[in-house]
């Protein structure tokens, strides 16, 4: 490689690392953990644990690549649009109506979204899961 070369993948290269280094920002991605139990019987709470928690509480378990604009802003709205919808961790008990909701949104497979289930497999909700939901729903 020529000098001339060298010294123009440094002055390409150095900008976007600086550019990568200075976007990212640790506190827009911390979690407000409070453990917070969902519901009071077990495997209902286990279920929106796995498959709600990281956007519907302020439990969210942040990636690391949250912290990586503009992939981070994306997270971030989508999270707090989320919370806004519906936060377990500020709801201390939940109406037939919102379980019904919930349950509808996770039977018709609209939650957890397709694009978080791709990097959250994890989150898939089992027929197993779906019918815990059913019977929750419904009381």
Same mark, same amino acid.
């Given at each position: 490689m020529t000098l001339s070369r060298a010294y123009a993948a440094l002055a390409v290269g150095l900008p976007l690392v600086v550019i990568a280094v200075a976007s990212t920002s640790p506190h827009e991605a911390k979690s407000m953990r409070v453990g +917070? $139990?969902?519901d009071s019987d077990s495997r209902v709470d286990t279920v929106l644990h796995r498959g709600c928690a990281d956007c519907h509480s302020n439990?969210?378990?942040?990636p690391w690549y949250a912290c990586v604009r503009p992939i981070g802003w994306f997270i971030h709205r989508d999270v *707090?649009?989320?919370?806004?919808? @519906?936060?377990f961790s500020d709801k201390p008990a939940? #109406?037939?109506?919102? $379980?019904?909701?919930?349950? /509808?949104? +996770?039977? /018709?497979? #609209? *939650?957890?979204?397709?694009?978080? @289930?791709? @990097?959250?497999?994890?989150?898939?909700l089992s027929s197993a899961d779906l019918g815990i939901l059913s019977s929750w729903s419904k009381w």
């Open positions: +917070v $139990r969902f439990e969210t378990q942040w *707090m649009k989320a919370r806004e919808h @519906l936060n939940l #109406s037939t109506n919102e $379980r019904e909701e919930i349950y /509808d949104a +996770v039977a /018709d497979g #609209s *939650m957890p979204p397709k694009p978080y @289930l791709l @990097l959250h497999p994890e989150a898939r």
